[in-house]
């Protein structure tokens, strides 16, 4: 296991081993007293090129044929809060695609909790930041050492999920993607600092956004607007690039989201919908955008494109499709049943235990908190030459109390994203198209196949 030399700068710093990946199913706790807010302006999204924004109903006929499935869904789309975009994606003579949009229920005046969807833009401004920094001589795989400067903060010198116990920014995307660990993304926050986040995605035309806090872990407002003193070191451990504490001096436009009808602080029960005003924000079109940008650059505009190399590019493709199963490292192979296959592929697969088909990759972001289950996803089948977009979020509370940890995630939502997934599936294996697509660059080694 690596064991840095601990230079001056990190005097009195104890180490801190994490064993064991954090769970999905774990969400963060952010504080009780909050300020009176007030509504926000409606954001402006630039719209992704060459694609067309659809007014029909073709989401809503294509779902009324599956009554079996969606009935209740239909006639509760706003109980459930459910909001669906697909994009068919129809390649030219040149390979070049056209995306087509269909909206089902999308509504940025309906809050919803993005959960650990907004890892994925996280995990790539880490990148982008990265490339900022290029000539400091470190990149995506540099060891990483996250100190403390506040008693509440947390360091982390060494990682005993690599194959050599150094923390890399590589590795906790690796986490992220495969089974969202809460930790590898805290760790990222800190690296990039609340305000670059925040600046960062609202320059790109995400100016809804505000990602405010740290998950799994309870720390104040003010705590999350300090971000830790991080260091990169070589393989000698000589320092490369130090960082000192950050501090996010950004205001934010004051919000008024709240949910559910109830919810638990501690053992007591408050009679009242609970306030998440200054707890993360993101729409989905804008999630939606932002998988399209990573998959399709060029079919954006350059403004809303992350910069990252073609490396940067495929190595975020290979970790989003690739199974826990096929992880030596973190070796999540070895935890089967706790990892399974479908662990992070809620759209077509759901809860399902069992093996996957090898044909169909799905390059995506699930989240779940709050009742909130979501997934953001690029489906791809290379032997039905078929690949199309789907974004969704479903709540599941049926009794609108939040932290009784009594969701409807396996009556509900996994069955809602299995179906959907299947049934755009079986639509896109139907659908005509002029042109077969190439699928070839999306056809990745996996570390253990």
Request: aromatic share 12%.
């Amino acid at each position: 296991m690596f064991i840095p030399n601990i230079p001056a700068a990190l005097a009195g710093i104890s180490f801190l081993l994490f064993t064991s990946c954090t769970s999905l199913r774990q969400w963060a706790q952010l504080p009780k007293k909050e300020p009176t807010p007030t509504p926000e302006p409606a954001p402006v999204v630039e719209p992704v090129k060459d694609s067309i924004h659809t007014a029909d109903n073709f989401l809503e006929n294509l779902l009324a044929q599956y009554p079996e499935h969606f009935k209740d869904v239909l006639e509760k789309r706003n109980e459930l809060n459910v909001q669906v975009i697909y994009t068919q994606v129809d390649r030219g003579a040149n390979g070049i695609p056209a995306l087509k949009h269909h909206y089902f229920n999308v509504d940025s005046n309906r809050y919803f909790y993005p959960a650990s969807t907004v890892k994925l833009p996280v995990a790539l401004l880490a990148l982008q930041r990265l490339n900022e920094l290029k000539d400091k001589n470190i990149n995506k795989y540099s060891t990483l050492l996250t100190e403390k400067a506040l008693s509440r903060q947390t360091a982390v010198l060494n990682d005993p999920t690599t194959p050599d116990g150094r923390p890399s920014i590589a590795h906790y995307i690796k986490k992220i993607l495969m089974v969202s660990d809460n930790d590898a993304y805290n760790r990222l926050y800190e690296f990039l600092g609340r305000g670059y986040i925040n600046k960062e995605l609202q320059k790109k035309g995400y100016t809804e956004v505000q990602l405010l806090h740290r998950l799994q872990v309870f720390l104040s407002q003010e705590e999350n607007r300090h971000t830790n003193p991080v260091q990169f070191v070589d393989s000698r451990n000589k320092l490369l690039y130090y960082q000192p504490m950050q501090y996010d001096t950004n205001t934010y436009a004051a919000r008024t989201d709240s949910i559910g009808q109830a919810y638990y602080r501690g053992d007591s029960l408050v009679q009242q919908p609970m306030n998440f005003s200054q707890r993360n924000k993101i729409y989905l079109e804008s999630l939606h955008h932002i998988l399209i940008s990573l998959v399709f650059p060029n079919k954006v505009y350059a403004s809303q494109r992350f910069n990252l190399t073609e490396d940067d590019r495929n190595f975020v493709l290979k970790y989003m499709s690739q199974l826990p199963t096929e992880s030596t490292w973190p070796p999540y192979s070895d935890e089967p049943e706790k990892y399974y296959p479908a662990y992070c592929k809620f759209l077509l697969h759901g809860a399902d235990k069992g093996e996957l088909p090898k044909n169909i990759r799905i390059f995506n972001k699930v989240g779940d908190a709050y009742g909130h289950l979501l997934d953001v996803a690029y489906i791809v089948d290379f032997e039905k030459k078929v690949e199309f977009f789907v974004s969704a979020v479903i709540y599941c509370n049926s009794d609108g109390v939040l932290n009784d940890d009594k969701y409807d995630y396996d009556s509900i939502g996994f069955p809602f994203l299995k179906n959907l997934g299947q049934v755009l599936y079986d639509y896109e294996m139907k659908r005509e198209k002029k042109h077969v697509p190439d699928l070839q660059a999306l056809k990745f080694l996996y570390d253990n196949p």
